[in-house]
């Protein structure tokens, strides 16, 4: 194989494995491990690592003992001592959705084109296909959906008869590794069918599901579900018939219940025509109104996916409020790993700090999987970038155990990946861990989102979307900025529970990496360490800078540690990271200045 | 035909025809007109209408006699008086440049796809064809360029042997109408077929042209020559091999000299890739800067093609200082139909007053063509808003005479094409002369371009050029806007003649819908009239969309008069137009009361 390095060890993965078990076994003996396999099906995910007389045993599940085996690998591979005891996964549902499109395409997609497909049909790059399932299933992603949420009308074939026995395929490698295939489906199939309408009350598309999922699962039975974006930037959906989301997700998750099938439904439902002039709309309250009345309403085979935050994916958002009220439905929350909006793996951005955050702020129990957008591709490190692969090991960690130490995570993937130790290992570790912080100081300023670059979202435009009809706006003038969610405001505020509405209420106590987000302040507002906001904005972007630049030296160092090929593609990202905080800091505070009329005071615009 | 009204009556082409004097004798045979017609080959273009006992008669050149009878026909069917007398072009060469790919799409076009190209090949529509041959010697163009100056890799093999044989087909049946084609050049083509480099003074490269040449001609011996644009935005040019454009364009028109060829070389040349920071280079400085001291170096057979304005076919600019510098260079100025930044054949722009205003400032015999980017394709009344068509028309005529009356030729198309008379009209012809200064002051205020969408260039982003690397800024802040260009700022005023500068120097004396342009001023200066320039440019907004709507008033007024295919084309574009002149109202006044913090004195905001 031709590829870079990834935490896992390099190998071909045999064409005869058959079961996860049997792939435990596999991965235990290319790395000489003699470890006795305990096979116990009632255990499913979880497993249990013992010591004895006899040597280590793993026994779990059908996937248990897979996760189990790569569990005791990792440590290791690492030095740790044997990781005995009993684990379970936090979340049944560990996906990762594929936003690929069917000619090869990946909607935001950073790493190469797709693994899954290719000129309009499915990829027949088995090796690389299986070395994917086996990938996942070494941070334990347990289900994968192929296709983008934007369903093509060409991928709506993918639940025909032309392409069921190739997903029924892939399904079958992917099964070795206990990864369950999902497809993104189009609401208003039916309408391409023939049925007249699309409308779920109506016993034509209701019949035509049924037949459609009995079809389906007679080809893949193992397969995991629909997901589905319904009336969501010109989607189709329930509300063009007048029906709610629950009437909408009901009607699949009727006809897919007796297959054993679930519907993975996304509460990314806004107003996306929205006129800027009006200024009571306000676009993060829109997944709450639409979904949160709903509570109990869908049937148990529902599991609504929505964002960690009120927006899209900015670069900081508060936890939205959604995730925190429906206490009668299964939800999952769903993350961005492909990085939009976070450097497009060109600039380092690692995330782990963001969903501990979120995490925090989520009562234990309240979530029955997470979701994340896949970063990955067919690039040579998988990922774009080749540091991009942490926040996928992560994401796979974090679904496990949330708030794992991200220190502990991101050295175990450094040590993984690259064998580095001692200096070096501080080295790549204390840089991923303040990438995230570093990106966000010279982007968006304290919790402003939006002023990216129109279409492609990267880099600044800090007007790009001010006019636009997506519902993202800052009000930016001469004097302030910002928009007042509290109840003075548009009431975003009062979605949220007494005690994070307390939290975000008051300017003055109000987190500061969300302070715009939530207030709209004057230029000279104080902030809590006597600067004014205008020269916090200043300032930070100043910084971000100047943190790029001694990251970039950190990395540096790691020329002769990191091999060849790994550090060349590393520090050309990191060149062209250097040239967009640059870019960032003087677009921002340029904008800045030319409306508040606010000289820096240390004098550098 | 299946076609929307233009100013010719419908009539197939007979395939018969294989001269422009068997086309005259055709086209007064179609409407029944006996007119004695006499070819003297050296009058070329020009022609004579004299009246006498016998009746009347054409005396003219090969084109000129079908020239004659388009004229003759065209007041014989508006009722006028025959055209006696001698009229000659005003300019030899009359140029339309279409930005067609070979696939059939059209850089910049509004009007479908392209008439020449369809799926990687040449059409073969021949009927329509012939007919748009047919159209545009009814206006007296004589020279049409196929291809997108921006030329993509495939089009480069419309000069080898693969198409030149299409090109020739294509070549014979526009020579029927005295139309020639050009076609547009890759200048770095000899590196595509095996010649190491592009420079053009080495001999290889040298040797590869005349042997193109030879070849080109062999098949095409008509071609009017080659269209070039070099080190213009990312397109190959002899600076790369550190020479000048005198002998980039030169090694070209060395090579086509033998056959009689010529190199159209376009002037477009600057800085695409400026820093937003840097406030000493002005890109409207480009042009002259690049080429205004070669005068007198280039072959006999290059055309210099300067657009009209500095910038970019914005909606004002002043006149190019190139175009009265350089008194020993054969020099053509191009203007752009295809309305790009003027409404893209969905808001109505009527251009002809532009034109007047730029010939008014240029002396007599400056140049020696006019080339204009086609605003055609395969839409049914060839350039997707009906009312468009009079741009194609008024160029041409402008092309034989310069200021000739707006009104008079406005009215001329109405009447040719609808049969209107009386109060419609009346109210056709006010419409389209009024439209360019509504379009104005609902856009770009006072001289300010760029204030659009980056990318398509429709609709308002007060910002979307200003931090870009175009060279496109308007440096607005919350005290003033514009850019200072005299020389107290950037100096571009000095490239003007003494007359032209001592117009606008002084913003007190300098016309206003050009002030901005010239000048930065604060929102509170005082116009003329006496109001700020904040409010006036409130006011133009406002009065924009007001105008807007009255005019499309009077369109509705013609919906018995106009055929109903036509009037549901254009007023389903009027109400466009509406939307997006309300946008720009509200954009760009908002834009500028953020930053300004001025109130509307008539509190309209």
Not at 562 to 578: D, S
Request: glycine residues 8%; charged residues 20%.
């Amino acid at each position: 194989m031709n590829w870079e390095p990834c935490w896992l060890p390099a190998a071909d993965v045999p064409e005869t494995l058959r079961s996860p078990a049997q792939a435990a076994r596999w991965e235990l003996e290319q790395q000489n491990v003699e470890s006795a396999l305990s096979v116990q099906p009632q255990l499913g995910d979880a497993y249990e690592i013992t010591d004895g007389p006899e040597g280590c045993r793993i026994m779990g599940g059908e996937t248990g003992v897979l996760y189990g085996a790569h569990r005791l690998l990792f440590n290791r591979r690492v030095g740790l001592p044997l990781p005995v005891g009993m684990r379970a996964p936090a979340y049944p549902f560990r996906m990762l959705d594929h936003w690929d499109n069917l000619d090869g395409s990946v909607e935001r997609g950073y790493a190469g084109k797709s693994l899954f497909f290719d000129n309009g049909d499915f990829s027949k790059d088995w090796p690389r296909l299986r070395a994917y399932a086996r990938l996942l299933s070494s941070v334990g992603i347990n289900v994968v959906c192929l296709n983008n949420i934007n369903v093509q009308p060409c991928a709506q074939e993918l639940i025909t008869e032309r392409f069921l026995p190739k997903v029924a395929e892939l399904a079958e490698a992917f099964s070795v590794f206990g990864v369950r295939l999902m497809v993104s489906v189009d609401f208003s199939m039916p309408l391409s069918y023939g049925v007249p309408t699309a409308d779920p009350l109506d016993d034509r598309v209701q019949a035509w599901w049924r037949e459609r999922a009995a079809l389906i699962y007679r080809y893949v039975p193992s397969l995991f579900g629909f997901l589905v974006k319904a009336d969501s930037e010109n989607r189709p959906g329930p509300y063009a018939y007048g029906r709610s989301h629950a009437q909408g997700a009901n009607l699949l998750a009727r006809a897919l219940k007796p297959f054993g099938g679930r519907v993975v439904w996304r509460c990314f439902v806004y107003n996306c025509l929205q006129d800027w002039r009006d200024t009571h709309t306000d676009r993060p309250m829109a997944a709450y109104e639409n979904f949160a009345d709903l509570d109990g309403q869908f049937e148990d085979n529902v599991l609504l996916q929505m964002k960690h935050g009120p927006f899209d994916f900015q670069v900081r958002e508060p936890i939205s409020p959604l995730l925190l009220v429906m206490p009668h439905t299964a939800k999952a929350m769903e993350v961005q790993l492909t990085q939009e909006y976070t450097g497009q793996q060109i600039d380092l951005y690692a995330m782990q700090g963001m969903w501990d955050e979120i995490s925090a702020d989520l009562p234990r129990g309240t979530l029955s999987g997470v979701a994340a957008v896949a970063n990955t591709g067919l690039s040579r490190c998988w990922t774009g970038h080749p540091f991009a692969q942490l926040n996928l090991f992560a994401f796979g960690l974090m679904a496990w155990q949330p708030m794992s130490s991200f220190k502990t995570v991101t050295r175990l993937w450094a040590q993984l990946t690259y064998s580095l130790q001692g200096v070096p290992l501080q080295t790549l570790t204390d840089s991923l861990l303040l990438s995230r912080e570093i990106y966000e100081k010279y982007t968006a300023p304290l919790g402003l989102g939006w002023m990216v670059n129109p279409g492609h979202h990267y880099g600044p435009s800090p007007m790009g979307y001010e006019y636009s009809a997506w519902g993202t706006y800052h009000r930016a003038d001469r004097e302030a900025v910002g928009v007042d969610r509290t109840e003075r405001g548009t009431g975003y505020l009062l979605q949220y529970p007494p005690a994070l509405q307390a939290r975000y209420r008051d300017p003055a106590t109000c987190p500061e990496k969300l302070l715009l987000f939530f207030h709209r302040l004057p230029y000279g507002y104080r902030m809590r360490d006597g600067r004014t906001l205008i020269q916090r904005i200043y300032d930070n972007h100043m910084e971000g800078v100047w943190e790029t630049r001694q990251m970039a030296d950190k990395i540096q160092t790691l020329s002769a540690v990191l091999p060849e090929e790994v550090y060349q593609t590393v520090w050309e990202r990191m060149e062209k990271q250097i040239t967009n905080a640059c870019e960032w800091r003087d677009v921002i505070c340029n904008f800045f200045y030319r409306l508040s009329g606010v000289r820096d005071e240390k004098d550098r615009l």
